[in-house]
């Protein structure tokens, strides 16, 4: 499996034409064109991973198609799941992979930070950044800023959370140090913010058409 590479040097690999690195990941996307199709492939690539490389591995399947990524480091089992969609007859494109961060500019992060991570229900690396556990949601870091840019709004998330969690999720992200800026439309939403009036609303189908 080899130990990490940069992004060079996996691109100069030979077999990874399929893939892209995108931050500290590679990914690929097959396109399918069925869900049918989608479940063969994603079948056959839980057949190739071994246990040390499952850490690394995320799938996501969808009806058009599959996108996988992996660590840099993985050169041999992106080789080989790109084998086993050429094997199904299902092409790569390489133009349809991703990656979305979403960054807050903050007067001071230590004091927003603890409001985002509970509003979103992530962990944190460091002291400027949040993951989704699950990896469904985009990254989201912390750019500090020198002085303050009051003429505009530098963040709002919309966050949609089951019904019956909605409650919890509230009272964390208060607890961190948020505030209740609105509960007019609950609880189709409500309206929090951070510290530095970065709102987000917390929201959930009841009360929806």
């Avoid at 500290?24 to 190739?48: M, N, P």
């Avoid at 660590?71 to 080789?79: E, S």
């Amino acid at each position: 499996m080899g130990g990490q590479r940069t992004a060079g040097e996996f691109h100069a690999a030979d077999g990874v034409e399929d893939w892209r690195a995108l931050y500290h990941l590679v990914s690929a996307h097959f396109r399918t064109g069925s869900l049918a199709a989608g479940v063969a492939l994603v079948d056959e690539i839980g057949r190739l991973v071994d246990g040390s490389e499952e850490q690394y591995l995320s799938v996501d399947l969808r009806s058009a198609g599959v996108t996988v990524s992996l660590g840099r480091r993985d050169v041999g089992l992106a080789r080989r799941i790109s084998g086993v969609a050429k094997e199904l007859g299902v092409s790569a494109d390489p133009t349809a992979v991703q990656v979305v961060n979403v960054t807050l500019d903050a007067l001071v992060g230590a004091d927003v930070l603890p409001f985002w991570r509970a509003v979103l229900g992530y962990g944190q690396i460091g002291d400027d950044y949040l993951f989704d556990p699950l990896r469904r949601g985009p990254g989201f870091g912390l750019q500090e800023l020198a002085v303050a840019r009051p003429e505009r709004n530098r963040l709002h998330l919309d966050v949609a959370v089951p019904h019956d969690q909605a409650a919890e999720r509230i009272a964390a992200a208060l607890a961190a140090g948020g505030r209740l800026v609105s509960d007019v439309h609950a609880p189709k939403w409500w309206v929090l913010a951070d510290a530095e009036g970065n709102e987000a609303c917390v929201a959930t189908w009841v009360d929806r058409e």
